[in-house]
């Protein structure tokens, strides 16, 4: 089954940009979607296919997504970004969605 | 605008059946693929099921087949899971989402309920 790989954690101070990346193999030729989750509260999608914001999301968010690698980037980051993070593909070799494991962003 | 409400969660002893409810409101219900997922304590997300708007096509994941099933009634604007064998592992937040998808190669989930708990203890 296909796999996706995040760091654990990321730390960043307010006002430094943030990379999460998403591992997985040939994952630029599929399509990436990123959810953001705070504590205690459900997921809130803030890119879909690779580089899409929804509306509400604020542009300090993007995404990109090539080779082995997918990157969700935070510029100027704020305390309420703190959250866990987590990436998203649809496989469809088996028709499933996989998830990473998600990466917690800690804002020093 | 979307809003998306389960239910039906709670404490089941291991063995036991559960069935959880989502009901959907702010969008037609009937013309969008939707999805569970559900979170362990401390864990991440697990995705479970889909179902397609007429509820004619379906997919899940290996780890619940052949014990949890989704549906829905679009009459009621309802989605459903129903749960049976279920195991101390299967101890979650349960979400239900609303899918979207893109010429049905990728799919993603824009609208999420706020989640409901199954504890699955003696």
């Known amino acids: 089954s296909y796999v996706l790989t995040q760091p654990p954690s990321v730390s960043v101070a307010p006002g430094e940009p943030a990379r999460i990346t998403c591992g997985g193999k040939?994952?630029?030729?599929?399509?990436v979607h990123w959810y953001q989750q705070k504590p205690g509260q459900a997921p809130v999608l803030v890119i879909y296919?690779?580089?899409d914001r929804p509306s509400g999301i604020h542009e300090r968010f993007s995404g990109s997504n090539s080779g082995n690698t997918a990157t969700l980037s935070i510029s100027r980051v704020e305390v309420g970004d703190e959250a866990d993070y987590y990436c998203?593909?649809?496989?469809?070799?088996?028709?499933?969605?996989?998830f990473g494991g998600g990466t917690k962003l800690t804002v020093l | 605008q979307v809003q998306l409400v389960e239910s039906g969660g709670g404490l089941v002893q291991p063995g036991g059946s559960l069935r959880l409810s989502c009901a959907a409101s702010?969008?037609?219900?009937?013309?969008?693929?939707m999805t569970w997922i559900r979170q362990a304590p401390g864990k991440g997300l697990e995705w479970l099921s889909m179902?397609?708007?007429?509820?004619?096509?379906?997919y899940g994941a290996d780890s619940v087949k052949g014990r949890f099933t989704i549906s829905r009634d679009n009459a009621k604007n309802s989605l459903f899971l129903q749960m049976t064998s279920l195991r101390a592992e299967d101890t979650a937040v349960y979400f239900c989402?609303?899918?979207?998808?893109?010429?049905?190669?990728?799919?993603?989930?824009?609208?999420w309920g706020q989640g409901v708990l199954v504890t699955v203890s003696s």
């Open positions: 989402a609303r899918v979207k998808a893109a010429a049905a190669i990728s799919w993603w989930f824009d609208s």
């Open positions: 702010g969008f037609t219900f009937s013309d969008s693929y």
């Open positions: 179902i397609s708007g007429p509820g004619s096509v379906m």
């Open positions: 040939k994952i630029g030729t599929a399509s």
């Open positions: 296919s690779d580089s």
């Open positions: 998203q593909v649809w496989d469809s070799r088996s028709d499933h969605v996989v």
